[in-house]
């Protein structure tokens, strides 16, 4: 069933990190396990980047998961025969089964956002995430998933890398007992139903972390 995307941005003037880069920035998202809202956050982000901030935007789908090829067939109702293995939705660019070589056509395209994501971090792509200008590690916090972030987020601290936190799902208190264990921040990402849907709290979060 195709969906319609003629969804209402909210707009501001306000000031944000983000719009000081004139030149590309990489911003790459990564999950401590699989299904903790990766992809969301990245359609969301996109959204953001460029309805609030008029951004030129790429979202990159740097794992095998194909999920990309299910939203444009959502989204669009057919799948694209492009050489590029891109399709737009509300001016936002999405590359399926993206690489090196799609970093490389994307800075000849001059992009002012590219956002990876990256999939789960046991699927083997840390090194690539760890090069990029922006580093988001997504937690998973429900019971099942704690585990597989409290293994790669003990490791990644002790590395001393520069990542930081965001959690879609779980439990308040968990998130509380996370950041008390790890002694680092878990920022909450705000709900949001429609990936679509850039909302004033979810504009407002953005502002804060981009």
């Not at 409290?150 to 007992?177: C, D, I, Q």
Request: charged share 25%.
């Amino acid at each position: 069933m195709r969906t319609s995307h003629k969804k209402h941005f909210i707009r501001t003037k306000a000031s944000r990190k983000g719009a000081a880069f004139a030149e590309q920035r990489l911003i790459g998202l990564i999950g401590a396990g699989p299904a903790v809202g990766v992809t969301h956050t990245a359609v969301t982000m996109a959204g953001y980047l460029t309805g609030i901030c008029r951004r030129r935007c790429a979202v990159l789908e740097w794992n095998d998961h194909g999920a990309f090829e299910r939203l444009e067939e959502s989204c669009l109702g057919k799948k694209n025969s492009s050489c590029r293995g891109s399709f737009r939705i509300l001016d936002v660019d999405y590359y399926r089964n993206a690489g090196t070589e799609t970093l490389v056509l994307c800075k000849k395209l001059r992009y002012q956002e590219v956002i990876v994501d990256y999939g789960a971090a046991a699927g083997g792509n840390q090194e690539e995430f760890f090069r990029c200008d922006r580093q988001f590690l997504l937690a998973g916090l429900s019971e099942w998933q704690t585990g597989a972030f409290l293994e790669t987020a003990g490791a990644w601290k002790r590395a001393g890398t520069g990542w930081e936190t965001l959690a879609v799902f779980g439990s308040e208190e968990t998130r509380k007992n996370m950041e008390k264990e790890l002694g680092l921040s878990i920022r909450r990402v705000p709900v949001s139903v429609d990936a679509f849907t850039v909302t004033e709290t979810v504009m407002e979060f953005y502002q804060q972390i981009l």
